[in-house]
């Protein structure tokens, strides 16, 4: 079992960066691939962006390839998704997800998720 905390959303002006980070509970985390994902109102969660379990690999969305950087740190449990010239369209509540396998960027992979935290690009 698994548990996840988000945190670093908020208000940023278009072109702005932010950084959020999800921490995880247990002794386990660097057996864990971990996902960003993100839903937008009235749209369907999409994949943002996942990294394996030692960083070693990372695959992104073609909507934030360039601009948005997952990482992590497993010495302190922590995954980061640095997110860089930020637009209007990345406004959504932002989830990261983990798995123990590095499955496909569907949702369905991920048994375990975080709460969300709000990301909102202002023009």
């Known amino acids: 079992q698994v548990q996840l905390v988000e945190s670093g959303g908020g208000l940023v002006q278009a072109g702005g960066s932010l950084r959020l980070s999800c921490t995880a509970s247990?002794?386990?985390?660097?057996?864990?691939?971990m996902g960003w994902f993100r839903q937008a109102p009235g749209k369907e969660r999409e994949f943002v962006a996942k990294i394996s379990g030692f960083g070693s690999s990372t695959y992104y969305a073609e909507s934030v390839k360039g601009r948005f950087t997952i990482s992590r740190d497993n010495t302190k449990n922590t995954v980061y998704l640095q997110m860089n010239g930020l637009k209007l369209e990345d406004t959504a509540a932002y989830s990261c997800?983990?798995?123990?396998?590095?499955?496909?960027?569907?949702?369905?992979?991920?048994?375990?998720w975080g709460q969300g935290t709000q990301v909102t690009v202002s023009s």
């Open positions: 997800a983990a798995s123990s396998v590095w499955v496909t960027s569907d949702p369905a992979g991920y048994p375990y």
């Open positions: 247990g002794r386990t985390f660097s057996t864990y691939t």
